[in-house]
């Protein structure tokens, strides 16, 4: 189950009223608490709490019970059998509180869910006999015994959980999925289309199920809809979501989701934001880091018209969020398909995205000068390549992102700096083969930076790849220019082997210690 990373002090605050309300509960004796004509009991969730809402609730309790049974297996292990109970007796107040919670807004669940819901309650009530059984005899015999019917007991448990779990999202993805499907009304369509993409940013599992439901054929359908052209980018950032498992790319594929993106892209009807969103789901199925990829032949069929609809908006992205959206499924083009970057030349992106480099309101970030440079290293492999960059001023801007520094110090933003500068030595080794290219680069003074990263750690943020990247770029250069390094960097980053090389400066700290 995905929960977003917080601190520790906020997901306490967050998660206070649940562990309270069961504490409460433990004190009864899990007694239900009567309720007041005038008052709900705060178990209840109150009805002006949405579908969304209520599921969050409903996760967050699932959590902490899938929790709370980890850590039982883990006393049960060594033991402590005071501490089981007590945690058993948390973990059936917390099970009986889901149940409650979710009966009191859930409409037409299925006989298989009470089934579940009963056989969890049967086993929890169980388990809390046995091991309150522990806690009254000491004999070891006794206890070891014990020990097994335990461990049965709470696999048992773990195993309906999951089960009730999985048919509670199974049921509420069903229901949005139905109330999108079958109504007129743009605002109730909204709303379950804003639910549904909750559910989407609680992992991968529950796209899964979304996917599986047919979330990908319903949303599609949405978007072939001219009366519902106001709800396309947030249909489209739902599926975007839901195109992060291999379900949902296969539904794409089936619903010819490829033709529909690309309708959207080139029709110039659309706002930007819509079309801003169409290359966010482009950007998420041609993602490198995907394995289930290969199976998009229809992609390749439209490729031609998708890439240029995506330097078009590149160029007139009004926003660095636009641009870097339009650019990251240009990036990822370019790994999915060598042709991509054959179209690429001839529509003059290499000036387009140079052009916009120079525009800091439009690239204002590492991660949009990353999606730059991946694009700028995938072209630089054909040859014609070199003078678009040296007409673009690009050899400048390849050296401006060797000095590519993280100004927040996130990890994620230095991860990103990391690449840029990766990417930029890399392109420059490669284009460097060419004479006119290595020459504008020595004159920049290119050289020595790329020596201040192979000895500097801290430049590179000790990063390996950077440091690779350099040395090649730096052995290139030397090719075309032996003059502009002194010996000693001659003799330790250019003369030995790559390997040498590397060990030395992944070294070099540790030497002037």
């Known amino acids: ?18 562990m309270t309300d069961c504490e409460c509960m433990c004190i009864l004796q899990s007694k239900p608490i009567s309720i007041e004509k005038d008052e709900q009991n705060e178990l209840i969730l109150s009805p002006q709490y949405t579908t969304c809402d209520n599921l969050q609730l409903l996760l967050k309790r699932a959590w902490i019970i899938s929790t709370e049974l980890t850590r039982i297996a883990q006393k049960l292990e060594k033991n402590r059998w005071q501490r089981v109970h007590s945690m058993t007796v948390r973990v059936n107040c917390h099970v009986r509180s889901m149940i ?7 409409r037409n669940s299925s006989e298989e869910m009470h089934q579940f819901e009963k056989l969890l309650i049967d086993k929890c009530s169980e388990f809390t006999a046995f091991t309150e059984r522990c806690i009254q005899t000491e004999d070891e015999q006794i206890l070891k015994s014990m020990k097994s019917c335990i461990n049965e007991a ?3 448990i773990a195993q309906y959980f999951g089960q009730l779990i999985e048919l509670v999202l199974t049921h509420e993805a069903q229901n949005l999925l139905r109330q999108i499907e079958l109504s007129d009304s743009v605002y109730v369509t909204e709303s379950a289309i804003s639910s549904l993409f909750s559910l989407t940013q609680e992992g991968a599992h529950l796209c899964r199920i979304i996917a599986k439901e047919g979330g990908v054929v319903v949303l599609f359908k949405i978007c072939r809809q001219d009366c519902f052209r106001c709800l396309y980018p947030q249909t489209l950032r739902t599926l975007a979501s839901i195109c992060c498992v291999e379900e949902g790319m296969h539904q794409l594929e089936k619903v010819d989701g490829i033709l529909c993106l690309a309708d959207i892209l080139t ?3 659309h706002s930007e934001a819509t079309h801003a969103e169409a290359a966010a ?4 199925i041609t993602s490198p880091h995907l394995t289930f990829t290969q199976h998009l032949s229809s992609f390749l069929e439209n490729m031609e018209e998708i890439v240029t609809a995506l ?22 083009i370019t790994f999915f398909d060598t042709m991509a970057c054959e179209i690429l030349l001839q529509l003059n992106a290499m000036k387009i995205l140079l052009a916009a480099c120079s525009d800091k309101h439009i690239v204002d970030t590492p991660y949009s000068r990353d999606q730059v440079v991946t694009i700028l290293a995938n072209m630089s492999v054909l040859d014609q390549c070199a003078s678009e960059i040296i007409q673009g001023n690009g050899v400048q801007l390849l050296m401006e992102m060797l000095f590519e520094r993280s100004s927040s110090g996130n990890s994620a933003e230095v991860a990103a700096c990391e690449r840029v500068q990766q990417k930029s030595a890399v392109t420059l080794a490669r ?4 004479p006119e290219v290595a020459d504008a680069a020595v004159k920049l003074s290119c050289i020595p930076r790329l020596i201040k990263l192979c000895r500097s750690p801290t430049e590179r943020n000790n990063s390996d790849s950077v440091l690779v990247a350099c040395l090649a770029a730096l052995r290139r250069l030397a090719v075309m220019s032996p003059d502009g390094l002194e010996d000693s960097d001659f003799q330790q980053l250019v003369k030995p082997r790559l390997v040498d090389s590397f060990l030395l400066c992944t070294n070099m700290e540790e030497s002037f210690v």
Do not use: P
């Open 1 to 18: 189950m995905h929960l977003i990373q917080v601190d520790s002090v906020q997901r306490w605050m967050e998660d206070l009223k649940l």
């Open 100 to 106: 409650n919670e979710y009966n009191t807004f859930t």
């Open 154 to 156: 709470l696999t048992a």
């Open 267 to 269: 029709d110039n009807t």
């Open 281 to 284: 789901v482009i950007a998420q």
């Open 311 to 332: 330097v078009k908006l590149c160029q007139e992205a009004s926003s660095g969020e636009v641009f870097l959206l339009a650019s990251a499924a240009l990036a990822n």
């Open 431 to 434: 284009l460097s083969r060419d």
